[in-house]
Nanobody, 123 residues
Framework: VQLQASGGGLVQTGDSLRLSCTAS????????MGWFRQAPGREREFVGA????????YHSDSVKGRFTISRDNAKNTVYLQMISLKPEDTAVYYC?????????????????WGQGTQVTVSS
């Protein structure tokens, strides 16, 4: 499965962005999906996840209240809506399939990582 993440860019503090993740050759509707991010010199960290139906969502404490994961299975797309962006949100954002059992927050639960999309927030 090849995932494509898009929607990143250069924005200012307080701005909003919406990231999208899709797969051209396979439906995502049967899988839980997650978003992670990796800043320069730091480990990849969990941002958000949604179950296959989208009815249950998880967000890291650092983005809770500002970022929201959602999905439109009819469009085969998972989104990450980001508001009130801060410079510390600057990172490459990745989407992935939760392929394995385990915590939604654990990177080891995920596979089929997309290529990532760069988000840069200037102060």
């Amino acid at each position: 499965v090849q995932l494509q993440a898009s929607g990143g860019g250069l924005v200012q503090t307080g701005d909003s962005l919406r990231l999208s993740c899709t797969a051209s050759e396979r439906t995502l509707s049967t899988w839980s999906m997650g978003w992670f991010r990796q800043a320069p010199g730091r480990e990849r960290e969990f941002v958000g996840a949604a179950t296959s139906s989208g009815n249950t969502k998880y967000h890291s404490d650092s983005v809770k209240g500002r970022f929201t994961i959602s999905r439109d299975n009819a469009k085969n797309t998972v989104y990450l809506q980001m508001i009130s962006l801060k410079p510390e949100d600057t990172a490459v954002y990745y989407c992935a399939v939760k392929l394995y059992s385990g915590s939604y927050y654990a990177i080891s639960s995920y596979a089929y990582w997309g290529q990532g999309t760069q988000v840069t927030v200037s102060s």
